[in-house]
């Protein structure tokens, strides 16, 4: 497997909080220079408590508040890099990150490029994303494709506690900037989109067994929930558990790929899947123009275009703010891929 | 220790604030500061900015601790007056604790109170002309219901209900009324502090009379867009009035991560060579006298103001929070600046225009009135109950005219709401 797991003390069930925390846990042991700052990070925890007990336990130069200021704490985390450390900033929600972004996409981002490697940026931005939590258009976004558009980041999405460490701790050793958004729909349990039914909690899906100790899954690389003949479904975050849900519950022989890394995409497995099944589904959150499937037709249709038997599908919120009310006439849920699917496998 | 550091000298620190309370500490703020009434007498609103700086430092005040106003701040009020500055205040707080209580009743998602910080809206809205513009951060119910919007509209937006003026689209409190001058609320801090600039700008380069007010929480100063307002307002002069209410908490930071360990929140306008005032939050006829001299100063081309209110967040910063986690108990009980509704009635009673059971009385009124506005709300629905607005809103006002594939992907979601309720299903 793609995962190198180091140690041997046990594994745990987590959430997907916990699993990040223990993969912060790790790196601040691992590495001396890995060093955590944020809005209510420090004696709080976290406003997810993704931090707690963090900075009680490597005091407070290295587990830290910091001002309301998303441009200082990436400028900030872009100063730290130049010195020798690996900054692992949290921004409390995505819809936060904005005023932060000229740090990040003229900074961070270039700075390799432009200094011609005197100096890099290996800072990881750990922000929750998504909606489904009656968060209002200000805790509800989904901005990858904006990374995504930026030359010099990467972008991750986890879907489950056990690739969330895993992928955070490999973030967080990128010598690169990345971007690590966690959809906090799920931070408690998966999704499945159904959402008048009770939610499950982690403990009964079989990814929330997390190792204990450090563990890594390298960026890029995707992983094949389930194999299947009749079309490809890819997806990220929370949209991972909504498409398991609808495909188990129409029926249909998918294989279905969490993508985890956008940036660099795993164009190899999604190439070869697509060959097979002829057919390839997008999903995703974040509303559909210049979004990440975008990007992802274009790539299967220059890619894959003779082995395709339909266009790509691609299943995304709408273009409007995320609403509060009509929540979940927004979201991209069973029936919205329900009636992607039945459209796909019809031509 | 670094590597390269050298060993003859001593190491560098880095220093993080740390507040000088948590749970399970006892509170106590004997080291701060309350000088007396005219510690700084107060200035012509014409005085240079520069002449003034020590009103950054200060901390206006009108009542003193027997609840009697004096001093060269003392608005002079009549008892008319002072009698509905607290009947907005404590219909501010009756307000609050009614839909404190439908979020934990599952009729909402999310509230805010701002109790013990109703002076710093109330006092303020009544001390501009009621044409003047206002730009609140999400803590200001107090400015709607001063200038008399209907408690039902509030309540409608808290519910995104059928009856909801923001068609359902914002989170709840993040209320607008052009009508009212209160702008359109936005979750990003201190993304109001250049606008309400840049109205004030317009205002002046269009030869209107109007002024604008801006506020935000001393944590949302640290925002670049604070400092970039702070600049603007200094180059044109723009009549604007910025305001800091200073609650001492930003969610579970304390004011020291905004910088308040060093200096005032005032005190930032010195830098910038603006006047600045501080003043006793919880002294509503200190605010109001503040606030009074801000417009005054703006309205007669005399520039711009940063306020800093100096109070505290009594209760937790929204229905999300549990300040337990992170400060001490009983803080506020021990506040040394008081509770503005307390020290307002306590005043009236002072000068005999009040008596306690004049204060039950319209506690219970205004218990009443909310209450009633509530049944009134709740009959147009409760968020998740169904009565939200149509579907097909989601879609209009993202532009004026809504493009090719906005019109489709509505298209597509009545379809799937066919496919969900039924194919007789209808758009309402
Ligand atoms: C740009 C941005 N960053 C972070 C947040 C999250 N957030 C909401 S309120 C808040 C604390 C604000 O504190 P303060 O300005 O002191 O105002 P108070 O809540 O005390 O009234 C934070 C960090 C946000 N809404 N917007």
């Given at each position: 497997?793609?995962?190198?797991?180091?140690?041997?003390?046990?594994?745990?069930?987590?959430?997907?909080?916990?699993?990040?925390?223990?993969?912060?846990?790790?790196?601040?042991?691992?590495?001396?220079?890995?060093?955590?700052?944020?809005?209510?990070?420090?004696?709080?925890?976290?406003?997810?408590?993704?931090?707690?007990?963090?900075?009680?336990?490597?005091?407070?130069?290295?587990?830290?508040?910091?001002?309301?200021?998303?441009?200082?704490?990436?400028?900030?985390?872009?100063?730290?890099?130049?010195?020798?450390?690996?900054?692992?900033?949290?921004?409390?929600?995505?819809?936060?990150?904005?005023?932060?972004?000229?740090?990040?996409?003229?900074?961070?981002?270039?700075?390799?490029?432009?200094?011609?490697?005197?100096?890099?940026?290996?800072?990881?931005?750990?922000?929750?994303?998504?909606?489904?939590?009656?968060?209002?258009?200000?805790?509800?976004?989904?901005?990858?494709?904006?990374?995504?558009?930026?030359?010099?980041?990467?972008?991750?999405?986890?879907?489950?506690?056990?690739?969330?460490?895993?992928?955070?701790?490999?973030?967080?050793?990128?010598?690169?900037?990345?971007?690590?958004?966690?959809?906090?729909?799920?931070?408690?349990?998966?999704?499945?989109?159904?959402?008048?039914?009770?939610?499950?909690?982690?403990?009964?899906?079989?990814?929330?067994?997390?190792?204990?100790?450090?563990?890594?899954?390298?960026?890029?690389?995707?992983?094949?929930?389930?194999?299947?003949?009749?079309?490809?479904?890819?997806?990220?975050?929370?949209?991972?558990?909504?498409?398991?849900?609808?495909?188990?519950?129409?029926?249909?022989?998918?294989?279905?790929?969490?993508?985890?890394?956008?940036?660099?995409?795993?164009?190899?497995?999604?190439?070869?899947?697509?060959?097979?099944?002829?057919?390839?589904?997008?999903?995703?959150?974040?509303?559909?123009?210049?979004?990440?499937?975008?990007?992802?037709?274009?790539?299967?249709?220059?890619?894959?275009?003779?082995?395709?038997?339909?266009?790509?599908?691609?299943?995304?919120?709408?273009?409007?703010?995320?609403?509060?009310?009509?929540?979940?006439?927004?979201?991209?849920?069973?029936?919205?891929?329900?009636?992607?699917?039945?459209?796909?496998?019809?031509? | 220790?670094?590597?390269?550091?050298?060993?003859?000298?001593?190491?560098?620190?880095?220093?993080?604030?740390?507040?000088?309370?948590?749970?399970?500490?006892?509170?106590?703020?004997?080291?701060?500061?309350?000088?007396?009434?005219?510690?700084?007498?107060?200035?012509?609103?014409?005085?240079?900015?520069?002449?003034?700086?020590?009103?950054?430092?200060?901390?206006?005040?009108?009542?003193?601790?027997?609840?009697?106003?004096?001093?060269?701040?003392?608005?002079?009020?009549?008892?008319?007056?002072?009698?509905?500055?607290?009947?907005?205040?404590?219909?501010?707080?009756?307000?609050?604790?009614?839909?404190?209580?439908?979020?934990?009743?599952?009729?909402?998602?999310?509230?805010?109170?701002?109790?013990?910080?109703?002076?710093?809206?109330?006092?303020?809205?009544?001390?501009?002309?009621?044409?003047?513009?206002?730009?609140?951060?999400?803590?200001?119910?107090?400015?709607?219901?001063?200038?008399?919007?209907?408690?039902?509209?509030?309540?409608?937006?808290?519910?995104?209900?059928?009856?909801?003026?923001?068609?359902?689209?914002?989170?709840?409190?993040?209320?607008?009324?052009?009508?009212?001058?209160?702008?359109?609320?936005?979750?990003?801090?201190?993304?109001?502090?250049?606008?309400?600039?840049?109205?004030?700008?317009?205002?002046?380069?269009?030869?209107?009379?109007?002024i604008s007010a801006v506020w935000c929480g001393e944590g949302s100063t640290a925002e670049g867009d604070f400092h970039s307002a702070m600049t603007f307002a200094a180059v044109y002069?723009?009549?604007?009035?910025?305001?800091?209410?200073?609650?001492?908490?930003?969610?579970?930071?304390?004011?020291?991560?905004?910088?308040?360990?060093?200096?005032?929140?005032?005190?930032?306008?010195?830098?910038?060579?603006?006047?600045?005032?501080?003043?006793?939050?919880?002294?509503p006829l200190a605010v109001y006298s503040a606030m009074r001299w801000a417009a005054d100063r703006a309205r007669t081309n005399n520039g711009p103001t940063l306020i800093e209110y100096?109070?505290?967040?009594?209760?937790?910063?929204?229905?999300?929070?549990?300040?337990?986690?992170?400060?001490?108990?009983?803080?506020?009980?021990?506040?040394?600046?008081?509770?503005?509704?307390?020290?307002?009635?306590?005043?009236?009673?002072?000068?005999?225009?009040?008596?306690?059971?004049?204060?039950?009385?319209?506690?219970?009124?205004?218990?009443?009135?909310?209450?009633?506005?509530?049944?009134?709300?709740?009959?147009?629905?409760?968020?998740?109950?169904?009565?939200?607005?149509?579907?097909?809103?989601?879609?209009?006002?993202?532009?004026?005219?809504?493009?090719?594939?906005?019109?489709?992907?509505?298209?597509?979601?009545?379809?799937?709401?066919?496919?969900?309720?039924?194919?007789?299903?209808?758009?309402?």
């Amino acid at each position: 497997m793609m995962a190198e797991v180091e140690g041997k003390s046990g594994v745990k069930s987590m959430n997907m909080i916990e699993a990040i925390n223990s993969a912060l846990d790790i790196m601040l042991k691992r590495d001396e220079n890995t060093v955590i700052m944020g809005e209510d990070v420090g004696y709080f925890g976290g406003v997810f408590r993704a931090t707690a007990g963090l900075q009680e336990k490597y005091g407070k130069t290295r587990v830290f508040d910091t001002p309301i200021s998303e441009c200082g704490i990436i400028g900030v985390g872009v100063g730290m890099a130049a010195y020798g450390l690996r900054p692992v900033p949290e921004i409390q929600f995505a819809d936060y990150i904005y005023p932060g972004l000229d740090q990040l996409v003229s900074e961070a981002a270039r700075i390799r490029y432009r200094s011609a490697e005197d100096y890099v940026c290996p800072m990881t931005v750990r922000s929750p994303f998504g909606g489904g939590i009656f968060g209002g258009q200000t805790h509800s976004q989904s901005p990858e494709s904006m990374f995504t558009h930026i030359c010099g980041i990467k972008t991750v999405i986890p879907s489950s506690p056990h690739d969330a460490k895993g992928l955070l701790i490999a973030a967080i050793e990128d010598n690169d900037p990345v971007v690590f958004f966690e959809p906090k729909r799920i931070y408690n349990g998966p999704f499945s989109g159904y959402y008048d039914r009770p939610v499950e909690p982690w403990s009964k899906h079989e990814d929330s067994q997390v190792p204990e100790d450090y563990y890594r899954i390298d960026l890029g690389k995707a992983k094949i929930l389930r194999e299947g003949e009749a079309l490809t479904v890819l997806a990220y975050g929370t949209m991972v558990h909504v498409a398991q849900a609808v495909v188990a519950e129409v029926g249909i022989d998918a294989e279905i790929i969490d993508l985890r890394t956008l940036l660099p995409l795993d164009i190899e497995t999604i190439e070869k899947s697509v060959e097979k099944t002829g057919r390839c589904m997008v999903i995703h959150e974040a509303t559909r123009t210049s979004g990440f499937g975008a990007e992802i037709a274009a790539l299967v249709q220059e890619r894959c275009f003779y082995h395709l038997e339909a266009p790509v599908e691609r299943v995304t919120g709408f273009d409007t703010p995320y609403p509060h009310s009509l929540e979940w006439a927004y979201f991209p849920g069973p029936i919205r891929i329900g009636q992607a699917l039945e459209k796909i496998m019809k031509e | 220790m670094a590597k390269s550091a050298k060993s003859n000298i001593p190491p560098l620190k880095l220093h993080v604030p740390e507040p000088a309370f948590r749970p399970g500490d006892e509170a106590d703020f004997s080291d701060i500061e309350v000088p007396p009434v005219d510690a700084i007498v107060r200035p012509d609103e014409a005085a240079a900015a520069d002449s003034i700086k020590d009103l950054s430092f200060g901390l206006v005040r009108v009542l003193d601790d027997d609840a009697q106003a004096s001093g060269s701040w003392n608005p002079g009020l009549t008892a008319e007056q002072l009698r509905e500055m607290l009947r907005h205040m404590m219909l501010v707080r009756a307000f609050d604790d009614r839909m404190f209580r439908a979020q934990r009743q599952g009729k909402t998602s999310f509230y805010m109170k701002c109790t013990g910080e109703e002076a710093t809206s109330v006092a303020t809205t009544m001390a501009l002309a009621r044409d003047d513009m206002c730009f609140p951060s999400y803590r200001q119910q107090g400015i709607l219901i001063t200038r008399g919007y209907p408690l039902v509209q509030m309540m409608n937006q808290i519910y995104s209900n059928r009856g909801d003026h923001l068609l359902g689209r914002q989170l709840p409190i993040m209320y607008s009324a052009p009508e009212y001058g209160f702008f359109s609320i936005s979750g990003n801090l201190t993304t109001q502090y250049p606008q309400a600039v840049g109205w004030a700008m317009a205002s002046a380069a269009k030869g209107d009379s109007r002024i604008s007010a801006v506020w935000c929480g001393e944590g949302s100063t640290a925002e670049g867009d604070f400092h970039s307002a702070m600049t603007f307002a200094a180059v044109y002069n723009a009549p604007v009035i910025m305001q800091v209410v200073n609650n001492q908490w930003a969610i579970s930071s304390f004011s020291g991560f905004a910088g308040g360990e060093r200096t005032t929140f005032a005190a930032r306008a010195v830098g910038y060579g603006i006047a600045g005032l501080r003043v006793d939050g919880n002294d509503p006829l200190a605010v109001y006298s503040a606030m009074r001299w801000a417009a005054d100063r703006a309205r007669t081309n005399n520039g711009p103001t940063l306020i800093e209110y100096f109070t505290y967040r009594a209760e937790g910063h929204s229905t999300s929070d549990d300040p337990s986690a992170y400060r001490a108990a009983e803080e506020y009980a021990k506040w040394p600046l008081g509770d503005p509704v307390e020290r307002l009635k306590a005043h009236l009673m002072a000068i005999g225009e009040w008596d306690d059971d004049r204060h039950q009385a319209q506690h219970d009124e205004l218990q009443k009135t909310v209450r009633e506005e509530q049944k009134k709300a709740e009959e147009k629905g409760t968020l998740g109950h169904g009565l939200h607005h149509p579907f097909d809103t989601m879609f209009t006002d993202v532009y004026e005219d809504m493009p090719w594939h906005l019109q489709e992907q509505c298209e597509q979601m009545l379809e799937e709401q066919r496919t969900k309720f039924g194919p007789d299903w209808e758009p309402k």
